[in-house]
């Protein structure tokens, strides 16, 4: 089942903005602004020793600034740590009704979303909530989440989103592209190709499988707005449907890379038109701006559409 057909699950999240939880500041200008997405950071963002007080910072921002239509999101520490069950239990009861997605990171399996799915459960019965509202986003950085993605992907009907953070899924590879060697003396050595081809594809297509959204990690450098576009227009080639955002400038370039131009909706609608036509007139095929398409070529025009009606750009 594709995303768009989940109901409540149906979210857009072409742009995830990142926001530290230890500053009202930054949460208040997050709550302004234009992502899709917006998740309160208490995991890398956040120093140990400001952890637990920022979980206050959360509570107050998710129930007092106005979100207008983003999903609203914080990020827990990752489960093996001794702050994972307080940042759950804290938030979800001081602000549980105004939270749509917990993100969790640093899974190497379906029992860390499990865990959380769980947990959760109780809390929405001990607190009054519609159970199973709350959606679930997990990160694959793990090199044991990677193997086993399309498990993950399927685990729980909480599970809307899986990000590919390759910062820290580098480290967990032991790749070494802090070390870049040299050859005859001259020319340096880089992998041929994208080095994350294979990562970014394997979470794509496990995505697809299970009708979640495939999103893309952090592009560090904020300075380099092409950088960023290039890295998005990437993933997006390969049917991921959103990017993280470190910094503001960062959003409208999400928005746009992860939406259908009007050129290409008008191109998928005419193509759709003229295979209706042409199987209405009992052809199989149909010549449409000098390309000949039919049934299986229809198929990659309409979703198309469908992601312009998701984004809201057609009714």
Known sequence: MSNYERGPRARVRRSELSTPGHSKKMIAKAAAGD???????LEDAVAPSAKASSRSNIIAGLNELDWGGKIRSFRCNSVDTEWCHD????????????????????????????????LLTGLEKKLGLEVGRIGIECLIEEVEALQTVDEIARCSPRLEALTLGVGDLSASQGMRLGHIGVTDGEEELRYPGDVWHYARNRVIVACRAAGIDAIDGPYANFTNPDGYE????????????????????????????FSPTPEEIATAKEAVAAVAAAEAAGEGAANSNGMMIDAATTRLFQ???????????ID
């Open 303 to 313: 979703v198309t559409l469908d992601r312009a009606r998701q984004c809201g750009l």
């Open 87 to 118: 940042d759950i239990v804290e938030i979800v009861a001081g602000a549980g009704a105004n939270i749509d997605v917990i993100m969790v990171p640093k899974i190497k399996g379906p029992r860390e979303v499990w865990f959380v799915d769980d």
């Open 230 to 257: 290039r890295s998005a227009a990437a993933f997006s080639i390969l049917g991921g449907v959103g990017k993280w955002c470190i910094h503001p400038s960062q959003i409208e370039i999400a928005n746009r890379v």
């Open 35 to 41: 992502a899709d997405m917006v998740f309160l950071d």
